[in-house]
């Protein structure tokens, strides 16, 4: 008489995908909880020494998991998608070091993040953007942020700060502003500094050149 087949107990079951727990979290999803952190100390939910104490923890979550735990406790954490890519925004980080960019472009804006480190960007040589405009995003935790600008440059500096500082050691600018370059910087500094200021020479920029062109047809 045949036996019956027994179910194979020890057959392989095939591994199940991937769950947000061993999924890696993006720059731009720890960017989106560190400013959703700040949203919740302005509104009175985290005393300045939680956010920066769970600014670190964003900073350093490797998996999705991780970061999500250090806003569990918040309304509304769920981190949108970054538009950086959309608007074709440069993003430029320091993490654990220091680094310096010489030159980028500035046709679409800047983000600038500096975390344990110092990010120094020299935009003396970049050609200005044809809007006669930029905008800025410089986030500073735990490290500083340089911004190198070029003379006869408009500087509005909008930023926040927790136990860090914002310097603008720039120039006043000359000339009418509706011919004048405006740079407008916006972010924050947490326990890091976000610097902006000339570098040490009376070089001749692009941003000059667009400046007399400017002024030329005033």
């Not at 939680?50 to 954490?77: F, Q």
């Not at 960019?101 to 679409?108: K, T, V």
Request: glycine share 6%; proline share 6%; net charge negative.
């Amino acid at each position: 008489m045949t036996q019956p087949q027994r179910p194979d107990l020890h057959k392989d079951v095939a591994p199940s995908p991937a769950t947000s727990r061993s999924v890696l979290a993006s720059d731009a999803e720890r960017e989106d909880m560190v400013e959703r952190l700040r949203e919740a100390t302005a509104e009175g939910r985290l005393t300045l020494e939680e956010l920066a104490e769970r600014s670190e923890a964003a900073y350093l979550a490797r998996t999705r998991e991780e970061l999500r735990s250090v806003g569990e406790d918040l309304p509304h954490v769920t981190p949108p998608e970054s538009s950086a890519s959309a608007t074709g925004q440069r993003s430029f980080r320091a993490v654990f070091g220091d680094v310096t960019h010489h030159s980028p472009s500035l046709e679409h804006g800047i983000e600038a993040t500096a975390v344990f480190g110092d990010l120094t960007l020299d935009l003396c040589a970049s050609p200005a953007p044809s809007t006669g405009e930029l905008t800025i995003e410089a986030r500073a935790f735990v490290g500083d942020v340089h911004l190198l600008l070029p003379e006869g440059v408009r500087v509005e500096m909008n930023c926040s700060k927790v136990l860090g500082d914002l310097r603008n050691v720039t120039r006043e600018h000359s000339g009418p502003e509706a011919v004048t370059p405006l740079i407008r910087i916006t972010g924050s500094a947490v326990l890091g500094d976000i610097v902006v200021a000339h570098p040490n020479s009376d070089r001749r920029t692009y941003w000059q050149k667009w400046l007399d062109e400017r002024r030329g047809r005033a």
